[in-house]
């Protein structure tokens, strides 16, 4: 199993930047890639960004260019740098990690919320 631990989320003006991070603690060995997810309220959620065991990363179109998603895999952590936030960034941001398996494991979520 994978446990995964969210920390960074916060109240910004748009324009502004926040950073997240999600720590992996377990079988992190297994892990196969690992991405970020949104759920704004009344909307499905969606992929934000993904970065897989060999560091290719895919974004989605509406974060190219603002947001970047990296690995540090001494620490087995995944961090997303958000800028320019806009006020459409705003949701519940979750980490999720996919194993060679192809099991999946959430963390906690956490809020981020963009000002106009």
């Known amino acids: 199993q994978v446990q995964l631990v969210e920390s960074g989320g916060g109240l910004v003006q748009a324009g502004g930047s926040l950073r997240l991070s999600c720590s992996a603690s377990?079988?992190?060995?297994?892990?196969?890639?690992i991405g970020w997810h949104r759920q704004a309220p009344g909307k499905q959620r969606e992929l934000v960004a993904m970065?897989?065991?060999?560091?290719?990363?895919n974004y989605a179109d509406s974060v190219k260019g603002r947001f970047t998603i990296s690995r540090d895999n001494a620490k087995n952590t995944v961090y997303l740098q958000m800028n320019s936030l806009k006020p459409e960034d705003t949701a519940v941001y979750y980490c999720?990690?996919?194993?060679?398996?192809?099991?999946?494991?959430w963390g906690q979520g956490s809020q981020v919320t963009v000002s106009s």
């Open positions: 970065i897989s065991s060999s560091s290719i990363t």
């Open positions: 377990g079988s992190t060995f297994n892990i196969a890639s």
């Open positions: 999720r990690v996919v194993t060679y398996g192809a099991i999946g494991y």
